[in-house]
């Protein structure tokens, strides 16, 4: 594909072995061989270099990712990095792109802007399109602050809180950034290709490498909410898009779950007649008991999730506990903590000017925290009302998992 440039720039065994001779060489840290190499080099390969240092020398698995994902700001699992939480502490309302959580279906792609293309086809259009990145910059601009989260955050919860263990990513609550995105209206594009008015469905698809035999990674959108927010973005807070987060152009579907905002976009499928694919077929779906007729996502949920590692230890005293909530069907109206066990609840102080619809709500709450162990919960209601639930019906694929977060905490 000529949007690919030559991958071998993370060459795994290539810079394994620099590690290691420069290792024997000095005698020096790991760690500090790692700052070396990245300070040498400058190039993304050796900035890939810091996925690793958690993993036991040479065990690794080749990273996914371009950045680097610190053991003090990320929990790595597969191909993917979820934030932690505590690495929230003193942040401010944005995600910074270092800190935004990352979900490859398996790598993120190194394109090249100046050969890229966005082809816009299929019956749902009368002039189909190809645009470099130069004629999408001359499209009005649009920004917006939102969230992306992935379907499966919290799936690790239905297991410890609900006893019943879901397949897929065990994220605990990290696989959620928000960022000021600035990109075109899909819909300004769209109308451009001559868009019909019998068209239904505006799949767009990334030109990361094909998931086995289900191709290039796509997730159809309903021509309703194509038209009404949807962004292709090259901008995140300011700076183009991160290789990792989508670079060139991705699209972002406000509230929708993670995986419609389709990374590294090449093409948009539009069409008179429904478009399927794993990821609205046998994947992203409710599956089990409580769903038989298997509803297909469209929007995430309410969730809340505190400042702290998992589990925390804190010292006795006054201390200032901070936490996000948010909704993909709003902003937030309300946040509750209880420090037992949910029989009494006590309101969290919302902070006015950091609560934005489909994107979060930063709190605190001053507790005077007294020696013990805790599970400490918060507890959300959005402006439409919706309020986080003490457990859900389980699905097998363990998506939208909204109910309120057990957080372990030992108070010494
Ligand atoms: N092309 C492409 N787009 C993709 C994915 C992918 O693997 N390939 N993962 C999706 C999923 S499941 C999620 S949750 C989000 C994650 O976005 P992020 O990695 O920028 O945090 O991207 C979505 N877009
Ligand atoms: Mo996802």
Redesign the pocket.
């Known amino acids: 594909m000529s949007n690919f440039k030559d991958e071998g720039t993370y060459d795994h065994d290539r810079l394994e072995r620099r590690l290691h001779a420069k290792q024997q060489e000095t005698g020096l840290s790991r760690r500090k061989v790692l700052s070396m190499l990245s300070l040498a080099a400058g190039a993304a390969g050796a900035a890939s270099l810091g996925a690793w240092p958690r993993s036991a020398f040479g065990q690794a698995a080749p990273p996914t990712t371009l950045k680097p994902l610190p053991a003090d700001k990320f929990r790595v699992l597969g191909t993917n990095a979820e934030t932690l939480w505590e690495a929230y502490r003193g942040v401010g309302y944005l995600t910074p792109a270092s800190l935004?959580?990352?979900?490859?279906?398996?790598r993120t792609p190194q394109i090249d802007v100046d050969s890229w293309r966005l082809t816009i086809g299929g019956s749902g259009v009368t002039r189909p399109l190809s645009l470099s990145y130069n004629d999408l910059l001359k499209y009005r601009p649009a920004y917006a602050v939102k969230s992306?989260e992935?379907?499966g955050n919290g799936r690790s919860f239905f297991d410890s809180q609900q006893g019943t263990p879901a397949s897929g990513t065990q994220w605990r609550l990290g696989?959620i950034?928000v960022g000021l995105w600035k990109g075109v209206r899909l819909s300004d594009v769209l109308a451009q290709a001559g868009l019909k008015r019998s068209a239904v469905d505006v799949e767009p698809q990334?030109?990361?490498p094909e998931v086995g035999t289900n191709g290039h990674?796509r997730r159809a959108i309903s021509i309703e909410k194509a038209l009404d927010d949807v962004l292709l973005v090259y901008e995140l807070n300011g700076k183009p898009l991160p290789p990792?987060?989508?670079f060139p152009v991705r699209v972002l579907v406000p509230g929708w779950i993670?995986?419609a905002?389709?990374?590294?976009v090449g093409h948009i499928e539009v069409s008179e007649t429904p478009l399927s694919s794993a990821w609205n077929t046998t994947q992203y779906r409710l599956f089990g008991a409580d769903y038989p007729d298997t509803p297909v996502l469209t929007t995430q949920t309410v969730k809340s999730a505190f400042e702290l590692p998992f589990p925390a230890t804190l010292k006795r005293g006054f201390q200032v506990l901070e936490g996000r909530s948010w909704s993909a069907h709003g902003a937030i109206r309300k946040v509750e903590v209880s420090f037992d066990d949910g029989k009494r609840w006590w309101p969290a102080a919302i902070n006015p000017l950091s609560n934005l619809p489909q994107a979060w709500a930063q709190w605190s709450f001053l507790w005077p925290a007294a020696p013990g162990t805790y599970k400490l919960k918060a507890r959300a209601t959005d402006t439409r009302g919706n309020v986080q639930p003490t457990s859900i019906p389980f699905n097998t694929q363990g998506y939208l998992f909204s109910p309120v977060v057990d957080h372990p905490v030992t108070v010494t």
């Open positions: 935004f959580f990352v979900r490859n279906h398996t992306i992935c379907a696989a950034g990334g030109l990361d990674v990792d987060h989508g993670g995986v905002n389709i990374k590294w």
